[in-house]
């Protein structure tokens, strides 16, 4: 019984590059949701989906960043022309409908 | 904008002593609190949750306490153990809106041997 998976746990790359990264929620989840955890810190929500529709993007940045939780296959959180403020650990949690959110291991992203 | 907030950024208890963690809350309105516990390089792991209708709820060994007339949260956790050591986030659920989280900066317990 897989819980969240993401991948990659770790991704680096250089300023200007861009950044997937992939979530696959717990079997039988359809919310998705994206936080971002710099350290020592609490995490920030930042998307909240449900397939093929985003719920509330409120707490994306509005230029760079993009979400998506198609019919098939995982979420993904996009980072275009990434810069060092980037860097951080983005965590996907899913959940049922009005369900406890379950997190994932993260991607922790370096950018150089 | 409201948030959630912890009153100690650290802990420091003796092993099998209790321990216990304290969260404030701004949002009157939220409904629903987790607790959750983060260990070094892992995602946040649920520990316990809590609905406003109630003011406390007990699994094994924590017991989450509710006080709405202060907005106050807290974890305990009895006989503390080493795996017991890691970051507790207090997360609130806003009523309004999407279900996103509104977590706590976290306290960082240590478990002394």
């Known amino acids: 019984n897989a819980g969240v998976m993401q991948n990659p746990r770790h991704l680096v790359r250089r300023r200007g590059q861009e950044a997937r990264l992939r979530c696959s929620p717990m079997k039988g989840h359809s919310h998705v949701y994206w936080y971002r955890q710099l350290p020592e810190e609490g995490l920030k929500f930042m998307v909240y989906?449900?397939?093929?529709?985003?719920?509330?993007e409120s707490g994306m940045p509005k230029e760079r960043f993009s979400a998506e939780f198609p019919k098939e296959g995982p979420s993904i959180l996009r980072i275009q022309q990434v810069v060092r403020g980037d860097s951080a650990a983005y965590f996907c949690?899913?959940?049922?409908?009005?369900?406890?959110?379950?997190f994932g291991p993260g991607t922790r992203l370096t950018v150089l | 904008g409201e948030s959630v907030g912890l009153h100690l950024p650290t802990l420091s208890v003796q092993e099998g002593d209790n321990s216990i963690i304290n969260c404030a809350y701004s949002n009157s309105a939220s409904d629903y609190f987790i607790w959750y516990k983060q260990e070094s390089g892992k995602g946040p792991q649920f520990i316990i949750d809590i609905r406003s209708n109630m003011d406390k709820r007990q699994g094994q060994r924590v017991t989450v306490l509710l006080n709405k007339t202060v907005k106050h949260l807290s974890l305990q956790i009895a006989a503390t153990q080493p795996g017991d050591s890691a970051v507790y986030f207090c997360?609130?659920?806003?009523?309004?809106?999407?279900?996103?989280?509104?977590f706590g900066q976290g306290t960082r317990l240590t478990i002394n041997p």
């Open positions: 949690a899913s959940s049922s409908q009005r369900g406890t959110q379950y």
């Open positions: 997360a609130e659920e806003e009523v309004q809106g999407a279900q996103k989280l509104v």
């Open positions: 989906l449900q397939k093929e529709n985003i719920i509330d």
